[in-house]
């Protein structure tokens, strides 16, 4: 049985890149894949995903008790800028490893050795495009050193996956980059849909 490794921001609350990975991740045959997912933060109790699906421990969890901010984000970045530490909590080998978007978490998937990784870039890609500000304003220097770290860290996955061909472009512009890119939409669960058309609504 193969085992896969998702590390996304979050999944509390089912809205967008959390919505659409639940409903890959739920449909996923769990007879042939275990499943962990590695939310970088925690910000509720509740999830989306199915009971099959192991949830490691967060990075940063809002919902503890002892919470301390300070203490938190402090432990966040020095894993960030660890890699070897950050290995050190990765307790299983796993077939894959996926990075359900760029920047955080795809800079800790690429700290994971000697696994095949993945990246599945769903965010606006233009954020990292330093050129449109004034060469000698600190944003320029804020956005061009986030730019060299993300296609450092592009560099070090074997597949890149983009949602739409206006990623994929954004991808080519700004990094150069057009090997090993797939282009798959956002999934739609059709099933639910219809499910979910069959209800009565509380409105009425």
């Not at 490794?5 to 990975?21: A, V």
């Not at 509720?44 to 938190?72: G, Q, R, V, W």
């Not at 000698?136 to 739409?164: C, G, P, T």
Request: aromatic letters at 14%.
């Amino acid at each position: 049985m193969k085992r896969l490794l998702f590390i996304t921001w979050s999944m509390s609350y089912g809205y967008g890149t959390e919505k659409s990975l639940a409903d890959i991740i739920n449909r996923i045959d769990t007879n042939k894949y275990i499943i962990d997912v590695l939310p970088l933060f925690k910000n509720s109790e509740t999830n989306i995903l199915n009971d099959k699906i192991n949830i490691l421990d967060s990075l940063i969890d809002y919902t503890s008790k002892k919470f301390n901010e300070k203490k938190a984000l402090d432990y966040y970045y020095y894993l960030l800028a660890n890699p070897i530490k950050f290995n050190r909590i990765i307790n299983n080998k796993y077939d894959c490893v996926i990075a359900c978007n760029h920047n955080a978490p795809s800079y800790f998937a690429s700290y994971i050795k000697n696994m095949p990784k993945v990246v599945w870039v769903r965010g606006d890609l233009s954020e990292l495009d330093y050129t449109k500000f004034n060469v000698d304003s600190k944003e320029y220097n804020v956005v061009k050193q986030e730019f060299e770290m993300q296609k450092n860290v592009f560099n070090k996955f074997d597949s890149i996956v983009v949602i739409s061909e206006s990623v994929r472009k954004a991808l080519y512009n700004l990094f150069g980059i057009f090997e090993n890119v797939i282009k798959i939409p956002n999934s739609v669960d059709t099933q639910k849909i219809l499910q979910m058309s069959e209800e009565k609504s509380s409105w009425f």
